[in-house]
């Protein structure tokens, strides 16, 4: 579980403020430490003064743009500027952005999962593509791309052979479900089945609706 | 030998340029925006060494940009047609490159927003480019090692292009469409419907209501190149028999004033000493509007022509150095009048 504030690992004491996890550092850097202490401190504490609820709005602005230290360790792009530019600087931003990144894709595109072909495959007949000479070199280069693309679809093929037959019908029935009214178990079953098939979404939809029931509990 | 652009295509009448675009980035470097001048300079090698010669063997720097910005020739688009890209507003144009084959019609361009922006154009409507430039990205996915994801495919810079990184555009001149009521918003629907988009060569300005639109898929996740191809096929034959119907109700119902309408412009394309780009645009919309209801015959243009003449001014190049627009607009009149020389 990682802070959505300044990225790092969350280990000690889960924070979650409208919905946002935090961990204690940033917690307490934000003035919301109050949140840390016990309910008992919190009953017996008097009722905060104006300008403690005016800066709480301050700070409830700051929440909001509060990822700009969460940043690329490879190309030095901070979040704020992927929110501003709409772009990434380099491959790892994919990670240190994860959820924003899914985000951002869904809005500007309506999907994000991939559907393509895998690189040096191909949809058109292999003989008319253009620019394959008959190098040895290439001809080695191309036998290896070839032999990869063909263990891939191997792969593919016997994983989808493993497939109890109606995986993908169970999958589209919980897909389809009120999420609401599933039980924990077709929750966990949601979860491994989406994974088997490739559908992170969703195996992450069902994840977070179980694990905030186990949160409410 | 002719330009791509300056051939034959199919349902020209219709559909000026149909273009296929695959973009390609390669591990171990940031994207663009975030590269250094030693990082772009080791890119330009790495590719250098994979583009195969013998298909995209011409070279195009960017260095050679301003060149002849204030010479009389260099109004009429050089690059900037040839290429689909608008000089006037490249980044880092010192790191630009472009290979490309004898009419221009596949090219290979270097740093243009991701590291490799492999293109195919065609001119009318041409499904089949997207085979040539996908053959040319194979070509180099066996010999770089591309940025790639199983959960996100092609992984670029720009999110709206990660996942095939392959957008198809059809250029279309729908004059008809664009001046009937209600027509453009019928149309947009339909295009939302396949989820693609639609969007005007130019928003405002000389070329705002040029009739003139851009076509072209949304998504490149969630869908395959396959199924991008097939929506776009789908999208254009619909598109093409809607603008033609169109022209033969405003042709037919208003023979005498479109037939008027169509001679004029012809009469201004082919003898004007001044034109400007508002006023060829127009001359070209009645044109394309009337020519096949033409029984006389008097106005002799090819199809080839009117499509020349269009993308010549849509793509006209605005050079840096500011010109006199009654210059620009006697050189663009001279242009058009020569070309139209050869028809009579």
Redesign the interface.
């Known amino acids: 579980m990682k802070c959505a504030r300044c990225g790092a690992e969350v280990t000690n004491k889960i924070i979650k403020i409208n919905g946002v996890i935090y961990c204690e550092n940033c917690v307490k850097e934000l003035g919301y430490d109050r949140f840390l202490k016990n309910p008992e401190e919190l009953l017996g504490a008097a009722f905060s003064p104006l300008d403690e609820i005016a800066s709480s709005f301050a700070k409830m602005a700051e929440l909001d743009f509060g990822n700009s230290a969460l940043t690329c360790p ?4 901070s979040l704020r500027e992927f929110e501003n ?7 790892e931003c ?1 990670n240190t952005f994860g959820d924003y ?1 899914t985000k ?2 869904f809005r ?17 007949a292999e003989d ?6 008959d190098s040895a070199e ?1 001809k080695k ?2 036998s290896k ?1 070839d032999a990869k693309v063909d263990e891939e679809k191997k792969e593919k093929a016997e994983d989808k052979a493993a497939d109890p037959a109606g995986d993908e019908k169970k999958l589209e029935k919980l897909s389809k479900a009120d999420i609401g009214m599933l039980t924990d178990e077709e929750l966990t079953e949601g979860i491994k089945l989406a994974t088997k098939l ?1 559908n ?1 979404q969703l195996a992450i939809r069902f994840r977070d609706e179980l694990k905030g029931r186990k949160d409410g509990e | 030998m002719s330009m791509w652009y300056e051939k034959y295509g199919k349902e020209q009448d219709v559909v000026l340029s149909t273009k296929a675009f695959i973009v390609r980035n390669i591990k171990g470097y940031n994207f663009p925006d975030k590269m250094s001048d030693s990082d772009f300079d080791s890119l330009e090698d790495k590719i250098d060494e994979a583009v195969d010669k013998t298909v995209t063997g011409n070279i195009w720097s960017a260095n050679a940009l301003g060149s002849g910005d204030s010479t009389d020739s260099s109004l009429l688009t050089p690059e900037s047609q040839l290429f689909g890209i608008n000089m006037g507003i490249l980044r880092h144009p010192e790191h630009k490159r472009i290979y490309y084959n004898d009419d221009a019609g596949l090219s290979v361009v270097v740093g243009s927003g991701e590291h490799l922006t492999i293109r195919a154009m065609s001119a009318g409507y041409d499904p089949s480019v997207y085979s040539k430039a996908e053959s040319i990205a194979v070509n180099l996915e066996r010999k770089l090692d591309m940025a790639y994801s199983d959960r996100y495919g092609f992984l670029t810079s720009n999110l709206k292009l990660t996942g095939t990184g392959f957008k198809m555009l059809y250029t279309v001149a729908i004059p008809a469409i664009s001046k009937s009521n209600g027509a453009l918003t019928t149309l947009r629907q339909r295009v939302g419907q396949y989820y693609w988009d639609i969007y005007p060569f130019a928003e405002q300005g000389e070329l705002g209501n040029s009739g003139v639109y851009i076509i072209t898929n949304v998504s490149t996740m969630g869908v395959s190149e396959d199924e991008i191809i097939k929506r776009g096929e789908k999208l254009l034959s619909d598109i093409i028999q809607f603008e033609r119907a169109l022209r033969e109700k405003v042709a037919t119902k208003n023979k005498v004033q479109t037939s008027d309408m169509y001679g004029r412009a012809y009469g201004l394309l082919r003898y004007a000493s001044i034109i400007n780009r508002k006023e060829a645009i127009d001359a070209l919309s009645w044109l394309r509007v009337f020519k096949e209801y033409d029984d006389l015959g008097e106005v002799n243009i090819s199809w080839e022509k009117i499509n020349k003449l269009t993308q010549d001014v849509c793509w006209e190049f605005i050079p840096t150095i500011k010109r006199n627009s009654t210059d620009a607009a006697a050189i663009r009149a001279a242009k058009i009048k020569t070309i139209l020389k050869g028809d009579d």
């Open positions: 490879k190309c030095g792009m530019k709409g772009i990434v600087g380099c491959i994919y990144v951002e894709m500007q595109q309506g999907a994000d999962e991939y559907a393509g072909r895998a690189p040096g495959q191909s949809l058109i008319s593509l253009i620019g394959e000479d290439e280069d191309t791309a490739e992170y």
